[in-house]
C-alpha cells in the first residue's frame, strides 16, 4: 500500500492562526515565531494542514523510497504543551547552534521548545537560516 500525503498547504492565513490561540502568551510568542522564521528564510508563511506553519516547499523521497511528496523546509506549530519546530536538525552546524539555544528537547525530527522565554531567540534565528540555507534535511 503506497503512502499518500494527507498534509497540504491551505488558504488560512498564518498570522490570523496564531492570534486564535488560546493564551495570549501563545498567540504573542506565536507572532514572534511568524517574524522570526520570515527574516531567516526570506519566505512567507504558509499554514499547512489545520496547525503546522511552514516556509518554502520541497520535494522529498524517504530514504527507503516508500514515502514521497511535498514538504515545507523549515516551520513551527503551536502546539498545547509546546511549541514544536520542523526542519532544524541534521545540518552541517545545528548540533552546535542546539547545544546553545536553551530549554529545549529532540524528538521524531522536531525541536521542541516550552516557551520562547526558555531559549536564546537569535541562536534560534540562526538555526533556522542555516536550516533554510542548507537545503532539505534528512527524510
Known sequence: MAYEQTTHPTDEDPAAYCKRLPTARRREEGARLLELFCRATGQEAVMWGPTMIGYGADEYVSA????????????????????????????????????????????????????????????????????????????
Open 64 to 139: 527507503k523510497g516508500h514515502c514521497e511528496g511535498t514538504w515545507f523546509r523549515v516551520g513551527f506549530a503551536p502546539r498545547k504543551a509546546a511549541f514544536s519546530l520542523y526542519g532544524l536538525e541534521g545540518h552541517d552546524g545545528s548540533a552546535e547552534l542546539l547545544a546553545r539555544l536553551g530549554k529545549h528537547r529532540l524528538g521524531a525530527g522536531c525541536v521542541y521548545v516550552n516557551g520562547l522565554k526558555d531559549v536564546d531567540e537569535d541562536v534560534l534565528e540562526r538555526l533556522v537560516a542555516l536550516a533554510w540555507e542548507s537545503g532539505p534535511g534528512p527524510c
